[in-house]
């Protein structure tokens, strides 16, 4: 097995870990919740109006510190994904460029992000680097997310909206909108970790055409 071999085995390995700590964190946390709803429910009928009212918002605010808690965890694994998926490519980009010989690097083109290093691999290459349209399709997605977790408070902007209601449409089990806001599910966390896999054997096929060990 080859060292880029090992590293992507190992990232999924992590990944996936990862994802089973979040899953197991939000259990745990919804149980807590769900006692506390119990606990209320039992004792509201003997609560003055006053108690009732403060306790109704107290419930309130722990329902959304929940459902903010379970985005953050499912954000910040969506976030170290594209990093590891975009890190991967830049250096297959450098490999390429250093090996071979080449005139210009990936740090000459125009442009930012991890789009330039496609671009850069295309041109090399001479090929699309991602062949199957529903790859392509899916890692647009995870980039625009990620991008709106990053620069947008995870809000989608207008230029990018209509291709992800398109892609909502096609997972309407992993991705959301509530208004602008994306809202993110182990669903979707579990179909980036396939991505990821799938984008990693990419790269790992193609360091393999062009000699890296």
């Not at 509201?44 to 006053?50: A, P, T």
Request: glycine share 4%.
């Amino acid at each position: 097995m080859t060292t880029w071999h090992s590293i992507l085995v190992y990232e999924e390995h992590y990944f996936n870990n990862f994802l089973e700590l979040i899953k197991s964190t939000i259990k745990e946390e919804k149980k807590r919740f769900d006692k506390i709803c119990k606990n209320f429910e039992k004792k509201k009928e003997n609560m003055s109006v006053d108690e009732l009212n403060w306790n109704e918002d107290l419930l309130s605010d722990l329902g959304f510190e929940f459902s903010e808690t379970e985005q953050l965890l499912y954000r910040s694994l969506v976030i170290s994904i594209f990093i590891f998926i975009e890190a991967q490519i830049f250096a297959l980009c450098k490999h390429i460029y250093r090996t071979k010989e080449q005139i210009f690097g990936v740090e000459d083109l125009k442009g930012q992000g991890v789009i330039k290093g496609i671009k850069y691999l295309e041109k090399i290459l001479n090929e699309k680097f991602m062949k199957e349209r529903n790859i392509e399709n899916d890692f647009n997605a995870a980039r625009i997310i990620r991008n709106s977790l990053v620069h947008n408070v995870a809000r989608v902007d207008s230029n990018n909206k209509k291709f992800i209601l398109k892609y909502i449409q096609n997972h309407p089990n992993s991705v959301s909108l509530n208004g602008d806001e994306i809202i993110l599910n182990k669903r979707y966390a579990e179909e980036l970790i396939s991505l990821n896999v799938k984008i990693c054997k990419i790269i790992s096929n193609n360091s393999e055409i062009l000699g890296r060990s």
